[in-house]
């Protein structure tokens, strides 16, 4: 009852943040909402306190109500699977490439709720306590569809995860998604669950096998409001600045040269000549935007020795590689900082989509090249 609590307020907090209501938070919203809906669902039937809400009225009343409780389920876990798939197309900006499923689910949804209806109305014996042997019949086919179909989807959203990388254009090697792809081994656990459960149910007859299935549904809702919108509230925000940066010029008129101003040989034209050269080609690509980026990599595609390099680095621009590098990164997030445009966007997801590997690595540097956090540069403008 935590978790659906958790997964309730999540869905509130999430939809109060306005700049964040977009069609991949809805479909994040949804998983969180239905497996909610599930689990409060079997929380009521587990401590049977739909004995309570029909402990009013005349008998006939009473029954009457009691054996619609007892037969009628939503099947709100249909929804799961489908709305995490459609979460993955919408959050890797596929949606135009592939199939997102949601007509096929509600339809099946609304066709489950109205044969469960049928029958109830079919057998209906307000006598009977327990479940209708024809439900629980219902109860089997249904869950074998929905198992059946949650695994298709499930399967397709993993191939759009780990294979089709070739559709992935906004993705890049050093993203994070490693709190994806946990949603994915969670995904399996549940999905194994379930069907381990269905199996005992058949065989058995007892629906307690569906309880440690909920528990780790609950851990899935704990999960998802803890660690996975965080990821995603970076991740989507980097994605987002990423098309900026794609289409952005404006650094490398500004990036400027602070070159030493003292004399020796090592100071010509030439030398001049080939660190403008470096510049130049570290700009214009922006490889600084790279966090893996290597002073070895920039030296070998420009068929310079790392020596050389390094002396071309340090004389001209007055800091060493990383410095040197880690200044355009710092040039960038300033941009993006003092501009009211980005003001809705996370510092964290400013800072790592500008090239730095974490937090703490961003504020160190940021505080070097300016003096200032960048939270404090930010409330400057």
Not at 251 to 258: A, E, P, R
């Amino acid at each position: 009852m935590a978790g659906v609590l958790q997964g309730f307020g999540f869905n509130l907090v999430t939809f109060g943040v306005k700049k964040k209501f977009n069609p991949t938070v809805v479909f994040l919203n949804l998983i969180v909402l239905s497996i909610s809906l599930n689990n409060l669902q079997a929380w009521l039937r587990y401590k049977d306190y739909l004995a309570v809400l029909v402990g009013w009225g005349t008998f006939d009343e009473h029954s009457t109500i009691r054996f619609f409780l007892n037969n009628f389920e939503v099947p709100w876990h249909i929804f799961i699977v489908p709305m995490f798939y459609a979460f993955t197309v919408h959050y890797f900006k596929i949606e135009d490439k592939v199939n997102k499923y949601i007509k096929p689910t509600v339809i099946i949804f609304i066709a489950e709720v109205v044969v469960r209806l049928g029958i109830i109305v079919y057998d209906f014996n307000p006598y009977l306590e327990e479940d209708s042997p024809l439900i629980t019949k219902w109860f089997f086919v249904e869950n074998i569809i929905n198992l059946g179909y949650s695994l298709f989807m499930f399967v397709n959203a993993c191939l759009i995860i780990f294979k089709k990388h070739h559709l992935l254009n906004y993705i890049v090697s050093y993203d994070d998604l490693n709190w994806i792809k946990w949603f994915v081994r969670l995904g399996i656990l549940n999905i194994g669950l379930w069907g381990l459960a269905l199996l005992f149910h058949i065989t058995t007859g007892q629906r307690t096998a569906y309880l440690p299935l909920n528990f780790c549904t609950s851990v899935l809702l704990y999960w998802l409001g803890y660690q996975g919108f965080y990821k995603y509230t970076v991740v989507s925000d980097r994605i987002s600045l990423r098309s900026k940066l794609a289409n952005d010029d404006i650094l490398t008129k500004s990036v400027s040269q602070n070159g030493s101003e003292e004399c020796d040989d090592f100071f010509n034209e030439k030398h001049q000549a080939d660190f403008n050269k470096v510049k130049s080609y570290i700009v214009k690509n922006k490889l600084f935007l790279n966090p893996l980026l290597s002073m070895e990599s920039v030296a070998s595609d420009l068929n310079m020795s790392k020596s050389y390099f390094s002396k071309l680095i340090n004389s001209y621009s007055d800091y060493n590689f990383s410095d040197f590098i880690n200044s355009l990164r710092v040039k960038q997030a300033k941009k993006f900082l003092s501009n009211d445009e980005f003001s809705e966007y996370t510092i964290v997801a400013i800072g790592l989509e500008c090239g730095f590997n974490s937090k703490s690595t961003f504020y160190s540097a940021f505080k070097k090249f300016t003096s200032v956090t960048p939270t404090i540069y930010r409330s400057q403008y």
